[in-house]
Structure formats: C-alpha cells, structure tokens
C-alpha cells in the first residue's frame, strides 16, 4: 500500500512530482489549513488536489476561516465541504487526520452540503466539540446541538436548560430532541434560526396569563367604592379609587351630570374621590365602578386592588 504525506493525505511519491518546494513546506506547518489563490479568488482546503498545482508564491494560507475573511471569496467546489468541516473543529482534534476523516465519514452519511457546512462552521462560527462514529456535538451562538445518527436516521438534540423569574437561563446537563428524520439542511436551518427569545417570549406570555387570571379574580372580590352613613334623603355621599381621570371624564358626560365630586387625594399614583349622588342613581354608579373595574382590568394596574383596599374604607 503506497505510504501517504501526514500533512496532505497524498501519496508521498504524487506530492513529489506535483508540488514545489514551497508548497511542500506551507503545507507541512499544521496551522496551514487553508489556502487562497487570489488570481482565481478562490479558498481551497489543505487537502484540495487542486493546490496541486499552485506556487507558494500565488497562494495566501490561514489557520482559520472567519466571516470577514470570505467575504467576496468563492470556495473550490471539490474541497468546500472538507474546508468547513475542517474550520468547524476548533478543539484538541483540530490537527488530527483521523478524526476529520471521522467528521466527514459522519456529515456525508447525515447528507449535509457544503453550502450548509459553510453557513454552520464559517458564516456563522460553529464549533465541533464532540467527534464519534455516530454523534457529533456542536456549540452555535453560546447553545450546544447534538446530531445523532441511528440507523440512517439523523436525529438533532438541543441543551436542556431550566429558566428562572427574571427569564434568564441556567443550562442543566443533558439533551433534548428538537426534532427527528428531517433532511441535513432543516436541521442547520433550525440551529442557525434559534433564539431563546422566542421561547422567552412565550414564557412571558404564559406568565402574564397566569398573572392576568390571578389578578382579574382577586379585582372581583375587591371594592373600589364605599357609601357614606346617609345624610340626606335625596342623596349619598360616596368615596372610590379613579386613575387617570376617567370617572371625571365620564361626569363630564350629558348623561352623568349626576357625579358631584366634592374632595380628591393623591393617594400613591392613583385618586380618592368623594363624590354625591342622587340616591336614584345608585346603580347607574355602581355600574361605573364596574367600568372602573374592567379598565383597570385592560391596562393590567395590578396594584389597583392593593390602592383600593387601603383608600376605601370598609365601613364608613
């Protein structure tokens, strides 16, 4: 079996006949990983058969590939899987043939293209941190992925994570499946597009029903209005809780010309009002601090009832 190079995976005698001096010794320095021709505008992997033929001289070699980097750069269509294969892994392995001959035995069974690669390990600087025969583990923008391959079905797995009360996360050890049997490129499609905000958003939504619920039974059972001990026949004097001047506002309609309010108070953002009614229209009132109510019920003043219980007296 003919012996090949360490650095170039090429059978030694090949890289001889083929390649200068000075190609032979850019590519025997491991950091060497990549190689660009700009007289073609194109980035080859260190492995390419293509650098072949290339000069020491007409080539620009790097460690690492980043987006600034590519940018307006075009990818040699033979090497363009390897190469962002190869950028992806970042860890200990970064030198090793064999485990990048491991990763790319694991992506062409999973069925992924070079454009998918490229968009994980390069435009967006994904990691490869975890390398097996059937498993492969990727860091993405400060989240950790698992790609599971199970008897030919590709399987992708997202950190478990618990979230607290300000909707902050703490990452807890173990996986999740995010989703199963899906084609190579859904699945880069959903660890590019993820965001836990998202999922914050629908965790402040469910919290704010739960809060919503909780506040519209305990603003049921609250009083925001007290009547006086009567003093007159013909009409009651009345205390109640107004915010942002709608009772005013509504007294100020034709039909409730009947609100005389007579004292207000600050009280902690919120108004005291002591008002007289006529007595006959003590439900129409009562059907205004309803209203009361069911508008502080839609701007969600959670603290109205709180307000309410320490302005309304119980008995007067």
């Known amino acids: 079996m003919e012996e090949k190079s360490k650095w170039t995976g090429m059978p030694k005698n090949e890289k001889s006949k083929m390649m200068d001096t000075g190609m032979i010794q850019l590519l025997q320095n491991p950091e060497n990983r990549f190689l660009y021709n700009p007289r073609t505008n194109t980035i080859h992997d260190r492995q390419c058969t293509r650098v072949d033929a290339f000069s020491a001289g007409e080539v620009e070699v ?20 390897k ?45 490869i941190i975890l390398i097996s025969m059937d498993c492969m583990e990727i860091e993405f923008n400060g989240e950790k992925w698992r790609l599971v391959l199970t008897d030919g079905v590709l399987s992708l797995l997202h950190n478990n ?20 049997n899906v084609p190579f490129h859904m699945i880069a499609r959903t660890i590019c597009g993820y965001s836990f905000k998202f999922h914050e958003a629908e965790y402040k939504a469910a919290a704010e029903k739960v809060r919503s619920e909780k506040f519209r039974t305990i603003l049921a059972i609250t009083d925001n209005y007290a009547v006086c001990k009567r003093k007159s026949l013909l009409f ?10 709608k009772t005013q506002e509504l007294a100020k309609e034709e039909s409730n010309r009947w609100i005389h309010i007579t004292k207000e108070n600050e009280h902690k953002g919120y ?29 969600s003043l959670y603290d109205y009832p709180t307000i309410c219980e320490e302005a309304v007296p119980q008995t007067i």
């Open 62 to 81: 790097s460690g690492e590939l980043m987006p600034e980097y590519i940018r307006g750069k075009h990818f040699c269509p033979q090497c363009a899987q």
């Open 271 to 299: 108004t005291v009002k002591n008002c007289r009614i006529p007595r006959w229209k003590r439900p129409d009132f009562e059907k205004l601090m309803h209203a009361l109510k069911d508008q502080a019920l839609t701007e």
């Open 236 to 245: 009651d004097d009345c205390i109640f809780v107004d915010f942002g001047k």
């Open 83 to 127: 190469a962002a294969v190869r950028n992806g892994i970042r860890n200990r392995y970064r030198y090793s043939q064999d485990q990048m001959a491991l990763c790319m035995q694991f992506f062409c069974t999973a069925g992924a293209a070079a454009e998918d690669l490229i968009k994980l390990f390069i435009r967006n600087t994904g990691s």
């Open 161 to 180: 994570y618990t979230v607290h009360e300000d909707y902050s996360r703490s990452f807890v050890r173990g996986f999740h499946v995010q989703c199963r």
